[in-house]
C-alpha cells in the first residue's frame, strides 16, 4: 500500500468555522508533511513532523494548527481562515533520516474560504 | 536559504522527441537531495527521479534521466521518447538531510501529437 488517502476532498468554509482536514498513511513512514498549493504554482511547506513531533513550521498563521496523533494520522485543524488561505492542501509522508527517500503525496483538500 | 529555479515556465515536445527541462538552484550545503515531481491536471504528485547530491553518477529512470553539474548547481530532465501521458508540471526539488523540501515553480509540458 503506497497509497496517501485525505479528506476532504472539497471543503468550502466560513471565516468564522472551524473545520478540520485529515491525513492517512499505512507505510510505515514516520515523518508527514503539509503543503499548501495555491492555483498555478508550487506546493509551499507548512510542517513537518518526524517521529509524531513538529520538527518544522514555516512561521505558518496560527489559524493552521497541525496535530499528528499517531504515526498514520496528520490532521490539520483550521479555525477563523481567510479567503486568501483558499488553496489545495496537500499531505504527503516519508521514510525519516538521510537518504533519498520519496515523498508521497495524497490528492489533497481543495479548500474554499468564502 | 536554498531556492530552486525553473527558468522554463512552459515546453512543448512532439511525441517520441526529446526534450530536456532545466533546474538550478542554490545551496552552501554538501548533504542533500534533488528530484523531479510529475503533477499531472487535477490528478496527484508523483516522482520521477531522484538524485543525491554525493553521487556523481547521472540518475535514470527508463525514459527519464538527469543531468547532475554539483559544481554549476544544475540539475536537468532529459525525456525520450515523450509520450501523450508525459503531459504534466514538472517541478524540480531541493531537499534538506531534515525533510526539508523546496520546489522551484514549475514547468508546464505539452506532448502534441
Known amino acids: 500500500d503506497t497509497e496517501v488517502t485525505q479528506t476532504p476532498k472539497h471543503l468550502v468554509m466560513g471565516m468564522t468555522n472551524k473545520k478540520s482536514l485529515k491525513c492517512e498513511q499505512h507505510m510505515g513512514h514516520r515523518a508527514m508533511y503539509w503543503y499548501k498549493q495555491k492555483a498555478k504554482k508550487p506546493p509551499e511547506l507548512m510542517f513537518v513532523y518526524s517521529y509524531e513531533k513538529l520538527s518544522i513550521n514555516e512561521s505558518v498563521p496560527s489559524r493552521f494548527s497541525p496535530e499528528c496523533p499517531n504515526s498514520s494520522l496528520l490532521n490539520l485543524h483550521l479555525h477563523a481562515l481567510q479567503p486568501e488561505d483558499s488553496a489545495l492542501y496537500l499531505c504527503?509522508?516519508?521514510?525519516?533520516?538521510?537518504?533519498?527517500?520519496?515523498?508521497?503525496f495524497g490528492p489533497g483538500t481543495r479548500l474554499t474560504v468564502t | 536559504a536554498q531556492t530552486v529555479t525553473q527558468s522554463q515556465p512552459e515546453m512543448s515536445v512532439q511525441e517520441a522527441e526529446t526534450v530536456t527541462l532545466s533546474c538550478t538552484y542554490d545551496t552552501s550545503e554538501s548533504d542533500y537531495y534533488l528530484f523531479w515531481y510529475k503533477q499531472p491536471p487535477s490528478r496527484q504528485m508523483i516522482l520521477v527521479i531522484r538524485?543525491?547530491?554525493?553521487?556523481?553518477q547521472n540518475a535514470t529512470e527508463n525514459r527519464f534521466s538527469v543531468n547532475f553539474q554539483k559544481a554549476a548547481k544544475s540539475f536537468s530532465l532529459k525525456i525520450s521518447d515523450s509520450q501523450l501521458g508525459d503531459a504534466a508540471m514538472y517541478f524540480c526539488a531541493y531537499r534538506r538531510s531534515n525533510n526539508d523540501m523546496r520546489f522551484g515553480a514549475g514547468t508546464r509540458l505539452t506532448v502534441k501529437p
Open positions: 538524485q543525491e547530491a554525493y553521487k556523481q
Open positions: 504527503a509522508s516519508s521514510q525519516v533520516g538521510r537518504g533519498s527517500y520519496e515523498q508521497y
